[in-house]
Every structure is written in structure tokens, then in C-alpha cells.
């Protein structure tokens, strides 16, 4: 509807201008009225002429070729109609002149001249029809794709969401079992950070993103859990956060809690270290981990974390940048994050 108000009043305009070389005798009220009128009549013949012609385009399932001697026929029609409106209805009765091609020249119902201009108003409205179609299709297909991007990344997201918690409940459950066999008095303890934290996982980290204060001290109560069952653990935490309150998507940064716990402590067979550092300013996270670990090949052992984890960066922040520092006795991760520039899923 806007196209064709937009179409109206730009047809006018060009008319109405025309007009006053063509009809220098009229006063401009009176030629401003036909031109009014001879565009809404015309009206009566394009709109149909639009309407057939995407309808062969979009709807009709037939032949190129066949679509392509369809089409003419309906442009050769309306050109036949375009031609009987303004011969015999448009000159006749709104202007009260004869038709003429030179002002001197009467013009017949059909010849080439007539019929060429005729064809290229009808053209001219053609292609801007078919030219906003196609725009708005395509910008239609666009946001098909990105709607369609967006549940398979989803989709993805949430899979390894699926692999990461049974992986997190496993290695806690087995710790459990582990200080239930030796009646540890801690037990009891354990069984309630792991309450806590599954309540997270289960409750809150469902959501696409948390505050980083929340998912913090849902690190911090894996750490508890991890040192009831490590005596010889020594863990220093720092964290210098501006804003609490900033979004970030869950079960990121505990990943490589728990890898440095898996992967380090666990395999020590002495004191062990883990160093967490987390800083965030406008938006910009730096996070760093530093654990101990005994002198063998760190890559030998399973790390279904750190590879969902991966995935799971590439997925949501493009842009973080993640660097690996495999010494003989130390493990670091250094990863930042433009948290201001997360993907939306």
C-alpha cells in the first residue's frame, strides 16, 4: 500500500509537470484535477498488471519458457488496455480533446509511438514493483538464514551444555565416593556444595547468559568441594570485577576450574597449586589459571572439557582470544573476552 501511495504521487508529479507543455492552455487547477483522475484510472490497469505478473513469477510452477510467453502476453494485454483507456476514455472525457501525437496530429487507437510509450509507463512501473520485491525477498531469505544460524547454534550450545554437566557430575560424584569409602566427616559438607552447585546448573545456567558474579561464586563453591577431598591443595583466588552485574554465558570459565583439578591436582602426587586471576573493566574480562602438574605430557590426558569449551568460545565470543602455556611443572590458560560483544543467540 505505501508502495503504491509513493507510486501515485510520484506519477502525478511527473504528469502534472508534463501537462503544462502539453495542455499550455489550461489553468493549473484544471490540469492538476485531470492528472489526479487520468492516475487513479491508470491505476485500474498497472496494479492488475503487477499482480499478474508476480503471480506467474513466484506461484506459477511451470516451464522458464512458458512462464516467459505468459508474461509478454499479460505486458501485450495491458498495453492494449493501457492504450484503450487513454484513447478513449482518458483524451475524450477528462482532457475534452482529441488524442494527437504533435499537438496537430491525431493519434490513432494503436501505432508504434503511442503504443512504445505506453509499454515503457507500464515497464517503468514493472520494474520498480519486481525491483522492492526481490529487495524485500531477499532481505526475507536474510533473516530466514539468520534465524535459522541462530537455532543451530542453539542447538549446538545446548548439546554441549548436555556433555558438560554428566561431565562435571561424574568427576563430583566420584569424589564423593571416593571420601565415603574412607567415612570422611566432610562428606556430609561435599553433598551440600554439590546440592548448591547443581541447583546452578540445573536453575540458572539454563539461561543464555548470568551475571559473572553469579557464576563467580559458583566457581568458588567447586573450589570447596575440590579442597575438602585435596588437603595438599593450595588455591589463591583474586578476582577484581567493576561490575557485578555483567552478563556473561554460563559454565565458561568453571571449565578450566575443573580442567586445572583434573588434569593438574589430581595427577600430582605431592603439594599442588592452582592460581585463578579474573579481572573485569568495561566490559573486557582477562581470566587466567595456573595449576601445578607433574612432569609429563599434559595432552595425553582426556579433555572433553577444554574441546566443548572451545567450541563453545568460537560459538558465542569470535572475537576471545585464548592462549596455552604447557610447561614440564605448570599449566597456564590466559583467556580475554570482549564480554560487550557476545553473539545473540
Not at 58 to 83: D, P, Q
Request: charged letters at 20%.
Amino acid at each position: 500500500m505505501i508502495f503504491w501511495i509513493l507510486y501515485y504521487i510520484l506519477e502525478v508529479y511527473l504528469d502534472f509537470y508534463w501537462s503544462r507543455y502539453q495542455f499550455p492552455d489550461f489553468k493549473w487547477p484544471i490540469r492538476l484535477q485531470n492528472t489526479l483522475i487520468l492516475e487513479l484510472g491508470y491505476f485500474l490497469v498497472k496494479i492488475p498488471l503487477a499482480y499478474s505478473l508476480l503471480y506467474v513469477y513466484e506461484k506459477v510452477n511451470i516451464n522458464k519458457s512458458f512462464k516467459y510467453i505468459i508474461s509478454c502476453s499479460i505486458i501485450v494485454i495491458a498495453v492494449l488496455a493501457h492504450r484503450f483507456l487513454t484513447h478513449y476514455i482518458i483524451y475524450p472525457y477528462i482532457y475534452q480533446v482529441t488524442e494527437t501525437l504533435d499537438g496537430k496530429q491525431p493519434s490513432g487507437f494503436i501505432n508504434g509511438l503511442v503504443a512504445f510509450n505506453s509499454f515503457m509507463d507500464l515497464i517503468f512501473m514493472v520494474g520498480l514493483v519486481f525491483g522492492i520485491e526481490i529487495t524485500r525477498q531477499k532481505n526475507l531469505l536474510k533473516d530466514q538464514i539468520t534465524m535459522l544460524k541462530a537455532e543451530k547454534l542453539d542447538q549446538e550450545l545446548t548439546m554441549l551444555k548436555a556433555q558438560i554437566n554428566p561431565h562435571f557430575l561424574f568427576n563430583t560424584l566420584n569424589n564423593i565416593y571416593g571420601m565415603a569409602l574412607k567415612k570422611a566427616d566432610e562428606t556430609p559438607d561435599i553433598i551440600l556444595q554439590l546440592s548448591k552447585i547443581m541447583r546452578y546448573n540445573i536453575y540458572e545456567a539454563v539461561e543464555n547468559t548470568i551475571s559473572i558474579e553469579k557464576d563467580i561464586e559458583n566457581i568458588k563453591d567447586y573450589i570447596q568441594i575440590q579442597k575438602i577431598r585435596h588437603h595438599q591443595l593450595s588455591v589463591v583466588f583474586n578476582e577484581d570485577i567493576d561490575n557485578p552485574g555483567q552478563e556473561i554465558s554460563p559454565l565458561i570459565l568453571i571449565q578450566f576450574v575443573e580442567n586445572a583439578f583434573k588434569h593438574g591436582v589430581s595427577e600430582s602426587l605431592g603439594n599442588s597449586l592452582i592460581n585463578i586471576d579474573i579481572k573485569l573493566k568495561n566490559g573486557i574480562l582477562n581470566y587466567c589459571i595456573k595449576n601445578s602438574k607433574e612432569q609429563k605430557s599434559y595432552a595425553d590426558s582426556t579433555k572433553i572439557g577444554l574441546k566443548n569449551i572451545h567450541r563453545q568460545l568460537e560459538l558465542l565470543y569470535p572475537k576471545h582470544t585464548l592462549t596455552v602455556e604447557d610447561k614440564n611443572d605448570q599449566y597456564m590458560i590466559t583467556l580475554t573476552i570482549d564480554l560487550n560483544d557476545k553473539f545473540n543467540i
